[in-house]
Structures are given as C-alpha cells and as structure tokens.
T-cell receptor, first 114, second 118 residues
C-alpha cells in the first residue's frame, strides 16, 4: 500500500548534537517530497522540498535532507540542534500521479535537552 | 511565497451549532483547495478536495453532509462544520493549488483554524 512512514514517534537530542529524522515512502514512482515543522498550536512551516535533481537538499534553519532512491528514503538532518528546534516534524509526499494531494507521515516529536 | 489566510484562527462553539471556516488565497488564483484535519498529537489527514465551481471530493470516512465545502471563487473556499459536536474539535488547515498546476505552486498552507466544541 502507498504510505509515508516516520518510524520514530519522538526523539530526544541534546542541544548542539546532530539530528536525523527518518522518512520512508512507498510509492511506485518517486513522489515529490517535503519536510514541514509545526510548533505547538501553530500551522505548518516548509523546511525543504525535493522535486528532482541534486539529491541533497538544503532548507531553512540549517536543515538538509537527502533523497535516496534505492532506500525510498528522505531523511532530515541538522548538524547542531538548537533548543528552538523542539517541535513536531512531518515528512510529506505528493504522489507523482496528478491531483496533488499531500500525504503526511505520522510525525516525529523532537525534544531538545539542555 | 504565496499567502493563504484562514478565518477565524480559532473558534469556540456550543454543541449543535454550525461553524464556517474561510480559506483565502491572497495573491494568486487557486483552482483547487484542500482541507485537512489534525486531531491533537496526530498528523494531518486530508478531508476533501474542492475545485472552483464544482462539487468537492471527500475522502473515505468523511461525511459530506456534515462538512460542507464551497469553492465559489478562485480565491475563497469555505468549510462549514454543521451541527458540530465535541468530537469535531480539531485543527483545520487548508491548502491551495494555483491554476498553473505546477507542483511548485501547490504547497501553500493556511495558518489553521482551531475549533473547540463544548
């Protein structure tokens, strides 16, 4: 079945440590790929997106993500986490079949400890 | 980037009343608008897709008679929660798609409307 999987419900990292949030998708053709961040009680903010081309994508706030076709993954990374990065992170895909519906992963809650 | 607004940003209502939520694309024409619902500590789930001038398409399990969607213009879509009940309390978010149809012009989300039904 077509799906977007974020295997980690929550992750805790120390401030200044590196971060990697996992995302896997299951679609016949590579979909369009996105990462969003949502602070409590707030809307979505787009961190980065991948449509085609260079598989390493740079985003805002120092985030990057790497598309790996062989692993059907689009993991989000940040070399040094700040306390303000604590939030909910959603991986999302738009299937490359027209319609442009966005399918969201379940989300990963990031906690940052001092 | 494009701006999408939602009104109201939050609303509290009594059980049994109807609530209308507006979604506006402020600087481009949106052929299609999507409505999502997000329950506390959960992800966003697509409720329906509305196309300007035609009936909305609802996802499986979403009651079309309860969640009325009107997309009367290229800049405005409304979601009306009819006879709201406490289980309808949620965060409702709209997303717009520009008339160009390019993937680059589809990821515009509104700030969301938080609905609390007492």
């Amino acid at each position: 079945a077509q799906s977007v999987t974020q295997p980690d419900i929550h992750i805790t990292v120390s401030e200044g440590a590196s971060l990697e949030l996992r995302c896997n998708y299951s679609y016949g053709a590579t979909p369009y790929l996105f990462w969003y961040v949502q602070s409590p009680g707030q809307g979505l903010q787009l961190l980065l997106k991948y449509f085609s081309g260079d598989t390493l994508v740079q985003g805002i706030k120092g985030f990057e993500a790497e598309f790996k076709r062989s692993q059907s993954s689009f993991n989000l990374r940040k070399p040094s986490v700040h306390w303000s990065d604590a939030a909910e992170y959603f991986c999302a895909v738009v299937p490359n079949t027209g319609g442009f519906k966005t399918i969201f992963g379940a989300g990963t809650r990031l906690f940052v400890k001092a | 980037g494009a701006v999408v607004s939602q009104h109201p940003s939050w609303v509290i209502c009594k059980s049994g009343t109807s609530v209308k939520i507006e979604c506006r694309s402020l600087d481009f024409q949106a052929t299609t608008m999507f409505w999502y619902r997000q329950f506390p500590k959960q992800s966003l789930m697509l409720m329906a897709t509305s196309n300007e001038g035609s009936k909305a398409t609802y996802e499986q399990g979403v009651e079309k008679d309860k969640f009325l969607i009107n997309h009367a213009s290229l800049t405005l879509s409304t979601l009306t929660v009819t006879s709201a009940h406490p289980e309808d309390s949620s965060f409702y978010i709209c997303q717009t798609r520009a008339t160009s149809g390019r993937i680059q012009e589809t990821q515009y989300f509104g700030p969301g409307t938080r609905l609390l039904v007492l």
